[in-house]
Each structure stands twice: as structure tokens, then as C-alpha cells.
């Protein structure tokens, strides 16, 4: 990929596990039209989907929590998490990606969501983007206990609860996703519940 105020130099495969992590040196063009030459590690591990799943006549919002390793490592003392129902799209459309994921982690068949926006979420060096969703809950919806697919070892925990407990939780630092605090604040500022 090239364009006329970047021009890659070399691109170096450093992992290519879980996702792909490129080492990449580039010449880029500053405003004053003078080139510069950087150098950064750039991590492709796909686009994913996250959803606010909510009941307004309850007052409620669906979350779950499961181990994050990575934040383990910086300072998260228990590993756990607390989120929004997400996934990574596997080359599916987002919409398609979203329902699938709250099936298998919440529990929950849902056939209508809205999108409500598309976002970097750490552009400096990964380049994932997110789609951002709600959508509508009920219990008649709720076709299993979710927990995540069996063979992904993802050992979900579903949480239902209050959505002014959930305001609450961002609050006190206890949830500390940003993903899921920008949703529950999508929720507050647009008066989804």
C-alpha cells in the first residue's frame, strides 16, 4: 500500500501467530514537503466487532468477564475483565460477526442491531478496527447459558446487571475497557436507557 505522502522502504514479518507483527521503515512527506524516514512495528490481528446489548423496560445491559492476559502483564492483578460482548470478524461482514459472537457468548439470538460507529482503537501501532453495535435484549431471546465456543478455551462469565450500576463501575475503576466505557457512555449521552 502506497501512497503519495508515504512511501514503504522495507516491511519485515517479525511474528505471524496470532496475528502478524511487520516491522516496517518508511519515508513520509511533512507539510513542508521535506521527507522524513521512520521506523515502526505495525500488528494486523484483523477488524472486530463489539456490541452494547441493553433492556429498557429492566434498566439492564449485558457484559462479561474473562481473562485478558495481556492486561496481567500491566498491572491488572486478576487478570479479569469486565466487556462488552466482542469478536473478531474472520473476514465476516461486522453485522454477521456481532450476532454470531453475543449468541456464543451471552447466550442471547438477536436479529436486529444498529451500528453506531467504526473505530481505531490504538492506531499507533495495531490496525485493527472496531464496529461498534446495539442492540436490543429480552429474555425470550436467550437460547442458551453463552460462556464463549468450547474449543476456544474462552471461559466466559455473562453479566446482567443495572446500567446504573454498570455507569457506576466506570466510576469506581472496575471497568476499565475502553470499547465497553464508550459504549455504556454512547448509552448515557443518547439516552438509551
Known amino acids: 500500500m502506497e501512497e503519495k505522502n508515504i512511501k514503504v522502504i522495507t516491511s519485515e514479518i517479525l511474528s505471524d501467530n496470532w496475528g502478524e507483527l511487520r516491522k516496517v521503515k518508511y519515508d513520509f512527506k511533512l507539510q513542508d514537503g521535506s521527507w522524513q524516514q521512520q521506523e515502526r512495528e505495525v500488528y494486523n490481528r ?3 466487532a463489539v456490541i452494547l446489548l441493553y433492556n429498557k423496560e429492566k434498566g439492564t445491559v449485558i457484559l462479561t468477564r474473562q481473562l485478558r492476559i495481556p492486561t496481567w502483564f500491566n498491572g491488572n492483578a486478576d ?3 469486565i466487556e462488552a460482548c466482542a469478536g ?3 473476514e465476516n461482514d461486522p ?3 456481532i450476532k454470531r459472537e453475543t449468541q456464543e457468548e451471552t447466550g442471547y439470538k438477536i436479529t436486529e442491531v444498529k451500528k453506531i460507529m467504526e473505530v481505531y482503537m490504538s492506531p499507533g501501532s495495531v490496525t485493527e478496527i472496531i464496529y461498534f453495535f446495539t442492540g436490543a435484549y429480552s429474555e425470550d431471546m436467550k437460547i442458551s447459558e453463552g460462556g464463549g465456543v468450547e ?3 474462552e471461559n466466559i462469565e455473562v453479566l446482567e446487571m443495572p446500567f446504573s450500576e454498570a455507569i457506576e ?3 469506581k475503576g ?3 475497557d475502553a470499547k465497553t466505557i464508550m459504549l455504556l457512555q454512547y448509552a448515557q449521552i443518547n439516552s438509551l436507557m
Open 79 to 81: 487478570g479479569m475483565m
Open 88 to 90: 473478531l470478524l474472520d
Open 46 to 48: 484483523g477488524n472486530g
Open 151 to 153: 474449543g476456544e478455551h
Open 95 to 97: 453485522e454477521e460477526c
Open 169 to 171: 463501575m466506570i466510576q
Open 174 to 176: 472496575e471497568i476499565k
